[in-house]
């Protein structure tokens, strides 16, 4: 669970816990939502320096050929992108891949909830309802 979700779900006991104690469709969206774009927004240097690593021209295998690579170890990597393109370039081409994330969070958590409570019903399915739940709010996603 991302850390948006979280502070959703503690949003939620702390102001209306005597209500009810679980969140509407909309708002198990919403904090799914958050969730989602935070978690891509906090990993995309990461992805990026993955990416880098992915498409240079070169194998990491030999000495000779480490030598030649533009990227050879992560601290290297960041401190290059950020010389050559700034810190912003930690972030390149990030947007599209934010409105991915946001989009299937705000699938996944509301289906997942729903499927959490309807499979908790099913003692048989006891053991694995969590990863039920999981998964087919993961397809749905």
Not at 3 to 26: N, P
Request: charged residues 20%; positive net charge; aromatic residues 8%.
């Amino acid at each position: 669970m991302g850390l948006s979700a979280l502070s959703c779900a503690a949003g939620r006991k702390r102001g209306r816990a005597s209500e009810r104690d679980e969140l509407s469709r909309a708002e198990a969206a919403l904090c799914g939502a958050a969730a989602g774009g935070a978690s891509r927004i906090l990993t995309a240097p990461f992805d990026v320096l993955k990416i880098r690593f992915q498409l240079q021209v070169g194998s990491i295998a030999t000495a000779l050929d480490r030598q030649r690579l533009a990227y050879r170890s992560v601290l290297s990597s960041l401190r290059k992108v950020i010389t050559e393109e700034g810190v912003i370039g930690l972030w390149r081409g990030n947007l599209a891949a934010t409105y991915l994330w946001i989009g299937y969070g705000a699938v996944h958590f509301p289906v997942y909830e729903a499927l959490k409570v309807e499979l908790a019903g099913l003692p048989a399915l006891a053991p694995v309802a969590s990863f039920l739940a999981g998964g087919l709010a993961g397809l749905a996603a």
